[in-house]
C-alpha cells in the first residue's frame, strides 16, 4: 500500500536558518503530493502542493519539488521564522486505484524556530 | 467562503458511551473525509463521502459509521466508545476528493474518553 516517510523530529533552529524535512514515499499509482502544517491547537492547513513529476510547489517562502525519480517531496525554506514554529506533514493522494479519495499522511515533524 | 467548520469543539464522554460529530463542508464542495489524529498512531483515514455515498473506508471497526446528508453536511459516529477512541478527529472537504484536489481541514473535534 501507500506510505509517507517524513524525517524524524523534533527540528530545532533559530531564526533566518535554512530548513529542509526530508519527505519519501511509496504509491503504487501516481500520487499528487502535499505539505500540510499544523499549529497548536488548530487544524490542518494546506502550505502547497505538486500533482505531477517535477512540479514545484511554493508558498510562504517554502517550497518543494516533485521527484519522481528518487520519490521524494522534501520541503525547503531559506530563512525560517519564529512564526513558523508548527507540525509539518507530508502526505500524498493517489489519483486512482482503490487508494484514491483519501489522503495518507507521514508521522508529521515538530519545528521549533527560536529567536 | 468560510471554512470547514466542526461541531463540538471538545467532547468529554465515559466508556460504553456513543458520540456523534457534525461537520459542515465549504460551500459547493461535494466531497467530506474524516481522520482520527492520536500521538500514537498520526493521521489516520477513516472514511470520505460524496454525494450522500461512501466511497472509500479506512480499517476502523465498524463501532466508527458515517453518513453524508443531501447539503453535504457529514456526521461520524462513534459507538461503545473505549480509551483509545480519544483522539482529535479532523473533517477535510474538497470540491471532488480526486487525488488532485486540495482538502481542506476544519478545527477537529477533540474526543477525551473516561
Known amino acids: 500500500g501507500n506510505s509517507v516517510t517524513q524525517m524524524e523530529g523534533p527540528v530545532t533552529l533559530s531564526e533566518e536558518a535554512f530548513l529542509t524535512i526530508n519527505c519519501t514515499y511509496t504509491?503504487?499509482?501516481?500520487?499528487?503530493l502535499f505539505w500540510y502544517v499544523q499549529y497548536p491547537g488548530e487544524g490542518l492547513q494546506l502550505l502547497l502542493k505538486a500533482t505531477k513529476a517535477d512540479d514545484k510547489g511554493s508558498n510562504k517562502g517554502f517550497e518543494a519539488t516533485y521527484r519522481k525519480e528518487t520519490t521524494s517531496f522534501h520541503l525547503e525554506k531559506g530563512s525560517v521564522q519564529v512564526s513558523d514554529s508548527a507540525v509539518y506533514f507530508c502526505?500524498?493522494?493517489?489519483?486512482?486505484?482503490?487508494?484514491?479519495?483519501?489522503?495518507?499522511f507521514g508521522k508529521g515533524t515538530l519545528l521549533t524556530v527560536n529567536p | 467562503k468560510a471554512g470547514v467548520t466542526q461541531t463540538p469543539r471538545y467532547l468529554i464522554k465515559t466508556r460504553g458511551q456513543q458520540v456523534t460529530l457534525s461537520c459542515s463542508p465549504i460551500?459547493?464542495?461535494?466531497?467530506v473525509s474524516w481522520y482520527q489524529q492520536t500521538p500514537g498512531q498520526g493521521l489516520q483515514f477513516l472514511f470520505e463521502?460524496?454525494?450522500?455515498?461512501?466511497?472509500n473506508k479506512g480499517n476502523f471497526p465498524g463501532r466508527f459509521s458515517g453518513r453524508q446528508f443531501s447539503n453535504s453536511r457529514s456526521e461520524m459516529n462513534v459507538s461503545t466508545l473505549e480509551l483509545g477512541d480519544s483522539a482529535l478527529y479532523l473533517c477535510?472537504?474538497?470540491?471532488?476528493?480526486?487525488?488532485?484536489?486540495?482538502?481542506?481541514f476544519g478545527p477537529g473535534t477533540r474526543l477525551t474518553v473516561l
Open positions: 460551500s459547493g464542495h461535494r466531497s
Open positions: 502526505a500524498l493522494s493517489e489519483v486512482s486505484g482503490g487508494s484514491n479519495y483519501k489522503l495518507t
Open positions: 477535510a472537504s474538497s470540491q471532488s476528493g480526486v487525488g488532485t484536489d486540495t482538502q481542506y
Open positions: 504509491a503504487t499509482g501516481y500520487p499528487s
Open positions: 463521502y460524496f454525494s450522500e455515498t461512501q466511497r
